[in-house]
């Protein structure tokens, strides 16, 4: 493919890490259960299409996410995929039990910015959330795991509106305390814009968050998810989630839509001349398999485009 163009801009970084949710969290709205081996199959799909961190399932009780109840199947299913890091979401625990008894070494935990969503997500408050986290992140740790604290509403909450700045960097500050070693910044409901971005990641740094150990996760909700990600770039962010095909919601957040499609964000970076290790065609075919078996098209600008052209 000879488009598009690439034409690098100043200030970029040489290359940028894909954080992969779709399997996890682009599967964990749907109404019908999708089958294991066909999960299976997109995890193996999404590695050879070059992604090399796939976020594989949660560990979660299967009452509050009846799709991912197959955890234990699933996850033996794709560990031996050679050179692919597999994540898996922990709420507590008993769920990062699990996950170490299936050897995974890379665990995350979801923290609120809010209120509202502590209590809707978690049915806690925000401190006592962070509290029954603190002792997961710690035996992660001491298990050798690799640790990312997902933050949510750091740019919006449906019931709460504004979320202050000051606030998400509390709670920033108190996972990389914990010992986590990443952080995802959630536009939950897709509410940020650039400066707003610009604004967090500069406060984050200021009070001893550093950029490396950032990533960010941008919902579509206003069509704002590749200028809010181009923004994280200008700033030297170099880790980005997104959803092969634009799969996914939030099952708390109803005014929640999409995440940032995978082979949108693919073709802006190609274009810019950054490197992501990932074949846009291979990535494309398989977000159009995922899409014949959801029975629907892919929302993704780009699937759209390309699968069109081959036609």
């Known amino acids: ?77 794709v560990s031996d995929l050679q050179g692919v890091e597999l994540p898996v979401l922990v709420p507590n625990g008993r769920g990062l039990d699990r996950a170490l008894a299936l050897g995974a070494r890379r ?22 959330s962070l509290a029954v986290f603190e002792p997961v992140v710690r035996r992660a740790k001491d ?11 750091c740019f919006g909450d449906p019931w709460e509106g504004a979320v202050p700045l000051p606030q ?56 704002q998810a590749l200028a809010n990600t181009y923004a994280a770039l200008q700033h030297g962010v170099t880790t980005v989630d997104a959803s092969a095909g634009g799969l996914g919601g939030c099952p708390y957040a109803k005014s929640a839509t999409g995440n940032l499609a995978t082979e949108d964000l693919v073709w802006m970076l190609r274009g810019l001349g950054i490197d992501t290790g990932v074949d846009l065609g291979h990535l494309v075919a398989t977000s159009d398999w995922m899409a014949g078996h959801l029975g629907r098209p892919s929302p993704s600008r780009t699937v759209r485009a390309l699968s069109h052209k081959e036609q």
């Open 107 to 128: 665990i995350a935990v979801f923290a609120s910015a809010t209120e509202s969503f502590a209590k809707a997500n978690l049915n806690r408050t925000l401190d006592e």
């Open 168 to 223: 998400v960097v509390r709670v920033c500050k108190a996972l990389v305390a914990m010992g986590c070693d990443e952080l995802s910044l959630g536009d939950t409901i897709g509410v940020a814009t650039p400066g707003h971005v610009r604004a967090l990641l500069s406060e984050l740094n200021e009070a001893g968050v550093p950029t490396d150990v950032i990533g960010v996760h941008f919902h579509d909700t206003y069509g």
């Open 1 to 77: 493919m000879t488009l598009p163009m690439t034409v690098p801009a100043p200030g970029l970084p040489a290359r940028v890490r894909i954080h992969e949710v779709g399997a996890r969290d682009g599967l964990q709205n749907e109404k019908s259960t999708v089958p294991t081996e066909v999960k299976a199959e997109f995890i193996r799909r999404l590695a050879a299409a070059g992604l090399t961190t796939i976020e594989a399932t949660s560990f979660v009780h299967p009452k509050w996410v009846p799709q991912l109840a197959d955890a234990e199947q699933l996850f033996p299913l």
């Open 143 to 153: 298990e050798g795991a690799h640790v990312r604290g997902y933050v949510s509403m």
